[in-house]
């Protein structure tokens, strides 16, 4: 809802083609469609850049697909998270192109295809258990009109692993990294770049790993400026703001 | 230290310029310089885009200056973070068009102004008592080559507050957002953008705030994709990425 | 137990119309009935305004079924909370006319429905996620006499959403709000009305929302100083407490 | 800013009164004083019920004066919380008849002394050490009109204390309850009353307590259904809460 | 081991009766039976007063079968804890006097029924679901010799309920208070008595309970004095404890 | 306030000796004296066994010496603890046999030295760190009427320390252990002795000591049956506990 | 990747018999294979002399397997911990000389049993449950080539089980000590030996032991000080700290 | 006390030398001497390689020149640890020998430098202000007869600095690894060498760091299997568990 939105009632309204009443509601309504137990909205695209993803975990199935159907409709891309195969054998038979990931353990449809990113982004792992969230991260991001490379697998306890992809990464917009334990590897990859660092801790580890704190503490407190941080396994965040980062500037 | 510099040194050591015991040693002295209790590191800048930041905070006076004057003879913009008027008061000696920044407890030696950003960084508080912690954030990302929006006291309380500087914030190409308390501002200006949103938390706030917890997980959990998060107070960390994101493109 | 109770049995024992044990056993004996693994507490109703809800967690269904049925004889108006559709199968044979509310896990014995409030309450949802939660409040208002609105899904990643419904939450006599993740609409809430505002945390979320935690912290550490806060999940609690404030002055 | 308002503005505008820019902005500035670094928010009291309260902690003398000043003149009553005597040495010198309240931490001035309340707001406390806190929730709600009873030191390791009161207890219509170490008071007070209770855990105790946790968790537990919790040691949000639920119905 | 058994040893010694080498391994062997993945604690009887009692969680069926017949052998009590009636129904094949407690989850042999204790010992809950956890309490402190009086459904919420039991309570030469949720019951217990009062919290709640911290914090900053506190859910320690406070004083 | 004193009241009403008004009053008065910011509490010795009380720590040293005056006048033996040497001097001017003890912050007044105890008790540190929260313990339990023996500074790394101390610990009645660090302490000699041990963790320590939270866990997860815990630092509570326990059964 | 391998690799540089881009290759490639999802380490075994282990948990049978057969080629012996039977009946198809060890949940091809260790390393449980994690550690280090001596179920509430095995924990090279509830194992132990302890946390213990915390801060808080820790439950790296600091000198 | 020592006793008994009462004493008192308030450990040295280390911390400057002189008249070597300069006055007045260790805070007493280590110990850290913690484990080291590498300001966020120091790290026995923030440098450090890594987390950090426990995780979650952990600050532990490992094979 920005300024010309506004100015545009309000000539309307000058020009008494609404009424008072009308050009008020017309303010309210302007952004978003209320379908009961949920509010879908329209405007996001055009804040964000992006249109609504669906956030499957807590959903039902009928809700979920219900909600697809409707966005489907107006967005040539669309994402749903957390969500699994049974799903997916519903969204099918609505919408034949759309894709299956099982790692990521994301529904896609994407028919938009068009790059928007400045550079490329790298999504490098840990270990190998992370690469599910990464996977969330790389689709979030390639769905967002990016090149992504993916480094799996590159750990800080056999430092050659991600020091042979120093130019890789050197050459990145901007790298996303995703390590569970004691969630290291990010302030080793930020001391190697000069670009942004996206940290995402995993809930991988075990005792006093607690779920993937020590991880996030870990990377919160890195001793590499470059580094900031989203929630635990959020792959989706990662890649978003990732793709914001590598947004092309005409945007 | 990257594949070229090693390439130089094999082609010296190729045409008998240097013996082989010299160019395993070269690789290794090639980026810092130990001068005992610390190591000046002369690579930084080559790979993260600013010269060595020191952090004030546990160095001795001695230390700080000591050290101040090693880096400002080769870097043109230095910052010393977390310091006092009493260092202040002795690198005014040694370096006389260094200033002190009082609220953001930062000295700088500010000599190079080549604007290296694509766009503006918004830097928002929630309150007053988070203006030191965001002034860090804007003198960091002022020295690193950037233009800075600053909006103070905009927190959520009083919406109206926030809402009326939209089109500031969305004319940014990322925004800082320090906040203590609840920490609900960057979930609430993650919203009303479509940039990059790094979230600062501050230890401002009582009781179950717990020296800046409750702001850390509220941000952490925020339901806007497009928010990052750096550790407690860290503005100078939300700085640093700042300026990195809104890096123009050539680099 | 009121002075007036007292004065009662005083009276009669002053004139010997019971003896002394007997005075001091009444006393004692006034206000509860225990059947061995209860204490089943008929003096709550005048303390409380309410008749004794029965919390289903943890109780057998043959619990559950024999306190309903000994509650149900006296009072017109019974809640069982964080039940099961099982428990309500029993119900229905030996209670015809009462409900049951899948979203909320409640069932309702609903025959007096006497308006008891002075004004409407609102209970507020951030996301879709969060209506279990909001519908044990809203079920338990109403079944309390109040007249409830509903505003579902109107978190602040959207802020229009929860703007539009400036003017209903504005007519409330108080607010329910019920939130996950950051828990940050309840501070928005908090800033548009004067009335005051019942947070509800939910254990809504992932990572390091750490079951309801973060939206907890948050709440209490509300910038706007007219919220207060329930546990976790406790859409009870919220509702009972916003019945209370909305109870005509007559009481 | 509320409908009324917009509709004013865009009668004025339709009447070519002011410009189509200048509705814009008015819409905007409607509501807020932008002096550098605060925003004092004339809005408040229509919103809210009570003019803008200055949160005296982490703000300087001369802040703090300055605002009091600039807030003085618009409200008749106004309350710096969490300051000290220097303070008000200073605010008499501008303000002669404002008060200083020692134990509260607390200046006053009370100009409008019109009761607003339905009926009398209870203030009770488990100990001595208690007080300050409980004088802070008493102060603000007797500044909004409402009569305050105070029971001070009523703690559960002496339960005939607080039984003793209780008819004070069931004459008010809200009752706050102050207390430290294990909390338990409020559960037993709302067990006493019909009325809302609000509970503030303060940071009174040693060891196990951690600055007032066991508290603020014993009393988001509270097995009594009436009792809804503040922030640690939160007096004024309590004294707030209180006096709009005792906020006569006319408002 | 006691001072008596190693100068039995040394007598024997000194009389060469035994060689240098067996009196070392003697005083070694006194006191317990390896039995390999076992050590089967003999001397702890005349240590504690009571023989071994079989922690049965995290043991097998098998395994708990053997310690059982083992230790049978040698004590007339026998206390399996934390099992089931599978255990049961293999133990009463070996033991058909063995008795199952379904609420406890105890199995008990139970030959030797002398009365040790000074004078009662009372067992108290909060609420109806804490019984398990009492259970076990008072089970141990009967198989232990002692008369138990169980006091169920107790809570603070109700005061009259806990009041009505006063002369019982003051009557007890110990109080064992089993609660959750708040925890606040040992508090006005133990203002109510002049005897030790045992808390045990219980992990009974939801939300901010978590797991039982709520209720434990809470007894560990009792503001009574004469409260101690057993491990969340341990009814066998605190029986256990209760029945040496009680033990009559010729030992 | 027991049955004995309600029926003296019934019987003084019942023959017209004083009002119904008078009688429901008497009854409220029976038990403690209000002087505004306190309730001086004459019932507890009847109670508990002991006469008021007074917890030093956040009392002005007027209102500690106030309390103090008012409470001797009553009663033989007064604590004061967690004061402070300025205090004391302000005692001894008013009452000149009471005593300082410098290690246990207690001012002491020890009029009637009656032995109450059965046994004795035994008073144990792991460290001389710990001597002051055990001189808490002791001198509260020698207050009470106990024998106490003190064994300093035998903690589980030397273990040859506590097993030489055997036959003492042997022969108490109650033992109290006081440790910090991991606080293993009371599940050695929890293993050593057949009598109830009351365990203290302290403070004492660093790192992940977390201010006594460690030797907290510790004690709470005791292995040994007959362990209860006090708070952290709580020497008071334990020597308070265990002088009920050692209390001669006659009362 | 030694000094030593980049000298080969220059000399052959010089000598014309690699390019340049070749030497630079081959320093990147000499230590790993990267196949896909996994960086299989062979330069494991020169750094830290043990070939690759592969941790079982969170990896699919599919994936375990087809590593496992990829490392069995190179390395003697292996280990695959965390793992299950299920996954054994495969490796038994590929592997006929792997075992299977249902304690430790561990799978192991043992062909090479060259001992490699100075001394003895014993391992101590505090329980019967404690044994699975200690196997772990007792079977990788009798994997990597040292004599383990086992001591079950000695914990600290029965002293004499774990002072008469002192000659055997004083006769050993390192202590590996495994102990959930309150930890305090380590620190007896540690009191009794002269040599390195390695203290294991498990997650042993109910209510306030919290998952193996309250174990793991006894450890860390030891009062002995030859202890450091391992994380939670893992005996894998106990054993293995065990091996280096057992490995005889000549490495 | 060993079996030798036990054996000596009893022979001397069995001659008649000693009497019964007396022998039993003998074993009692063989180990330590027992002063009031603290048990001087004469065996210590025997059971563990180092005479009695002083821990300065919480004891008075009397208690501690006391203690010290005690001891320095049996052992060459003495550390005071966390003890300040005004006590070091004390202590070179009457043992000119002694030496300040200022950044480490430590008093030695080095009079015997017999090298008893087998290899050498390599001390790391990660930033300057880790140095103290690091000097308290290098100078314990050198005290107990090792040879050290001191290696400061190495930290991950630059990695050149620790991978040119690789050949110094592979030559040590054990490594000594002290970080602070996010605790990454003993992976890093773990990955390069096949020795143990004892981690020493500092409470050097802010915001999230929490006084050390984000590193504490870290390094108990480390990817490295070789890496042990003491408490947060425990450089003296580090240092005495890193010379036991390094103890030549003979002892």
Request: contains cysteine; charged residues 20%.
């Amino acid at each position: 809802m920005n300024t010309f939105e506004i100015e545009e009632i309000l000539k309307a309204y000058a020009e008494n083609e609404i009424s008072t009443a009308d050009a008020a509601a017309k303010i309210k309504n302007l952004s978003y469609e209320n379908i009961g137990y949920a509010r879908v909205d329209h405007a996001r695209a055009a804040r964000q850049g992006f249109p609504e993803v669906i956030f499957g975990q807590g959903k039902t199935r009928e809700q979920t697909v219900a909600i697809f159907e409707k966005v489907a409709q107006r967005a040539p891309n669309v994402l749903i998270t957390r969500t699994n195969a049974e799903v997916f054998g519903e969204i099918r038979n609505v919408q034949t192109d759309a894709e299956w990931h099982e790692d990521a353990k994301i529904i896609r449809l994407f028919r938009d295809k068009t790059e928007l990113g400045a550079g490329e982004i790298a999504v490098v792992t840990a270990g190998t258990s992370d690469i599910p969230v990464a996977e969330e991260a790389a689709l979030t991001a390639e769905t967002m009109g990016n090149r992504v490379n993916r480094i799996w697998d590159a750990g800080v306890a056999g430092l050659h692993r991600i020091l042979s992809e120093r130019e890789v990464l050197q050459s990145a917009r901007v790298v996303v990294v995703v390590a569970g334990m004691e969630g290291a590897l990010p302030s080793v990859v930020g001391g190697l770049v000069k670009v942004p660092v996206i940290a995402v801790p995993t809930s991988i580890g075990y005792g006093a790993s607690f779920g993937g704190i020590a991880a996030l503490l870990g990377m919160l407190n890195s001793c590499s400026s470059n580094v900031s941080v989203v929630n635990i396994d959020n792959g989706f965040g990662a890649g978003f703001s990732a793709s914001l980062i590598n947004r092309r500037q005409e945007s």
